[in-house]
């Protein structure tokens, strides 16, 4: 079936998650790295125990509480925590997300943001970096009330444009993502920016890319 939306995860597959922390890495030394990834799997972690339990928070607040347990663990100055949420609100996107955007753009598909951020996070994000007037919509998860990859989130572009799944090319840097959307029946590509193995979650995507612009090969 033809694609009619090519729509992307936002966090770690437009954005880099680990910006925020590197940006800081003056202060915060050589462990800016582990801390960041600590800080984004603990973040992933509290997203799905609270779908798990039924006690929804918005991923602002979700983030703001991994924070707190990531600065204890890695033993970081408290002082700090105001400069990385600022900064996490403004993360800066890879550096060919603008230029595959602006081409999928003259090819007419329907482009939109589908995240586990909230409204507000995601509009800062693309105004920010100045792609918001490349984008059509920005789903957030938020109109359920839960977190991916539980099929109501992949259902909500479908219910705007009124397409199939398989109408939809879905990309995400996330494993559990890709498999969530894969298996909810859209064409879904895996962004593998660091040569990692993907999970064993009854989907294997089709097509696989070490960044945005090999999408450009096929689409």
């Not at 339990?53 to 700090?80: A, Y």
């Amino acid at each position: 079936m033809k694609t009619k939306s090519v729509i992307f995860d936002a966090y770690g597959t437009l954005f880099d998650v680990n910006s925020a922390a590197e940006k800081c890495k003056d202060k915060i030394g050589d462990k800016w790295e582990g801390f960041a990834n600590f800080w984004r799997t603990t973040q992933l972690e509290y997203t799905w125990l609270r779908s798990l339990m039924k006690r929804h928070k918005d991923f602002w607040q979700v983030t703001e509480d991994s924070l707190d347990k990531s600065m204890k663990v890695f033993g970081i100055d408290m002082g700090m925590k105001s400069d990385l949420l600022s900064l996490y609100k403004v993360l800066s996107p890879y550096p060919e997300v603008k230029q595959v955007l602006e081409n999928l753009k003259k090819k007419n598909f329907k482009l939109a943001i589908l995240s586990n951020g909230t409204p507000a996070l995601l509009d800062e994000l693309v105004r920010s970096n100045h792609l918001k007037d490349l984008f059509d919509d920005l789903f957030s998860i938020e109109s359920v009330k839960i977190y991916k990859p539980d099929s109501k989130v992949y259902e909500l572009p479908l219910r705007k444009y009124k397409i199939e799944p398989a109408e939809v090319t879905f990309l995400s840097a996330n494993t559990w993502d890709v498999s969530g959307a894969g298996n909810y029946g859209y064409e879904s590509v895996w962004v593998n920016r660091n040569n990692a193995v993907f999970d064993n979650l009854d989907f294997k995507p089709k097509n696989e890319v070490n960044n945005l612009t090999q999408l450009l090969e096929f689409i």
